[in-house]
Nanobody
Framework: QVQLVESGGGLVQPGGSLRLSCAFSGFKFTSHAIGWFRRAPGKEREAVSCIGSSDGAFIYDDSVKGRFAVSRDGDRNMIYLQMNNLKPEDTAIYYC?????????????????WGQGTQVTVSS
């Protein structure tokens, strides 16, 4: 069965860093791109990034460009979201999700399986 599990969230001070992990199983990364999304309090879910085995890696949110990076462990079914210089506005629940295909998109409608999310809180 398809499964995605996020981890690595927590409380961090502004300017700090966190690395989120997405452990996945039940499918091959070569056939499915994986995206990172976040939902801040009182806001709708938005795309943060996406990575595909042949499509590449993308950052969709302009506010995190230069601070966030998405990558994959080459030997394990694990996707990472490295978050540096965190700001209070980055506070949100972060989700990883599987696309039905191998091409990245920024719309959540194209993702067919989701993890439960991990909370990131940036505060002094």
């Amino acid at each position: 069965q398809v499964q995605l599990v996020e981890s690595g969230g927590g409380l961090v001070q502004p300017g700090g860093s966190l690395r989120l992990s997405c452990a996945f199983s039940g499918f091959k990364f070569t056939s499915h791109a994986i995206g990172w999304f976040r939902r801040a309090p009182g806001k709708e879910r938005e795309a943060v990034s996406c990575i595909g085995s042949s499509d590449g890696a993308f950052i969709y949110d302009d506010s995190v460009k230069g601070r966030f990076a998405v990558s994959r462990d080459g030997d394990r079914n694990m996707i990472y979201l490295q978050m540096n210089n965190l700001k209070p506005e980055d506070t949100a629940i972060y989700y990883c999700a599987r696309r039905a295909g191998y091409v990245c998109f920024d719309s959540p409608v194209w993702y067919d399986h989701w993890g439960q999310g991990t909370q990131v809180t940036v505060s002094s």
